[in-house]
């Protein structure tokens, strides 16, 4: 493996959100960073001391190229970059909805990896205020996935150890397929997730309608979803009481639909896809 200031990484996308948390991190270490952008990202980028440089330029000198750009764009703009890689380079994609779910190039010399972070979790152990109240991660510790969609193996301890960087700090990395990432998100994390916390939400704003107090409904929601989630997926050595047993299962009945397991079916969950790519 080539020490890590002969190694030369193109960030497209830089001056975006997810570019400039993996620029600042990849700044801290020796790499050679070339950062690339279009539009009002170039101004961004000069403003803040960089000098951007042409996709065409970069990608065919990079020996790792990350993908730090919107959805929509993601197919289009790796039709143009991955036939400009130099072979044996890694393209890393960051994380699995176009890869998987849309159409994306692909060369059989060039290593190709997908990658997204767990988030700093519920049950942490964070020491300072600022790392307990860093909800996406780079000061909280925190998991990350990591999957190959094509290439070399030995490719991917380099792509490994640069997504650990800049996500970092890392706990654990989770080397899992790219389907498995589809299904945790957009499936598990976006498509269901999300909707059953937004069903906490206005189940707040329904109490809140029929005259709880805001701020005593809210403390009494929070603090008995953490226990909650603590008996369900965080290992407490408690148990639901019998009467609570009964409220779950006449809750389950009247708030779920028995079918809703078919929104982790691929072709469901593809269209969901395809809507998110040409919206975000």
Not at 35 to 60: D, H, M, N, W, Y
Not at 82 to 99: C, E, F, N, R, W
Not at 222 to 235: P, Q, T
Request: hydrophobic residues 45%; aromatic residues 8%; proline residues 5%.
């Amino acid at each position: 493996m080539k020490k890590e200031n002969d190694i030369v990484i193109t960030v497209l996308g830089a001056a975006g959100k997810m570019g400039r948390r993996i620029t600042e991190k990849l700044y801290q270490r020796n790499y050679q960073l070339l950062l690339c952008e279009k539009g009002a990202g170039l101004e961004s980028l000069r403003q803040r001391g960089f000098i951007p440089t042409s996709q065409e330029e970069a990608v065919p000198a990079s020996d790792v190229i990350i993908m730090a750009i919107p959805d929509r764009i993601l197919e289009p703009t790796s039709f143009q970059v991955v036939p400009l890689m130099k072979p044996g380079s890694i393209l890393i994609y960051l994380d699995a909805t176009v890869p998987y779910f849309g159409k994306v190039a692909f060369r059989e010399d060039c290593t190709f990896v997908a990658t997204h972070p767990c988030h700093p979790p519920l049950f942490g152990d964070e020491e300072t205020q600022e790392a307990r109240q860093d909800f996406f991660g780079g000061i909280a510790k925190q998991d990350i996935v990591i999957a190959l969609i094509g290439g070399q193996e030995e490719k991917l301890k380099l792509a490994q150890q640069i997504c650990e960087e800049f996500f970092a700090p890392v706990n654990r990395t989770y080397r899992i397929t790219l389907e498995h990432m589809a299904l945790l998100e957009p499936g598990m994390a976006e498509v269901i997730a999300v909707p059953v916390t937004f069903l906490l939400k206005e189940a707040l704003e329904e109490v809140v309608k029929k005259g709880v107090p805001r701020e005593a409904a809210l403390a009494f929601l929070l603090g008995h979803v953490r226990i909650d989630l603590a008996i369900l997926l965080g290992g407490a050595d408690i148990q639901f009481s019998d009467a609570c047993q009964v409220a779950l299962k006449r809750g389950y009945e009247l708030l779920v639909k028995p079918d809703w397991r078919k929104a982790l079916e691929r072709d469901v969950l593809q269209a969901i896809a395809r809507e998110m790519i040409e919206k975000s």
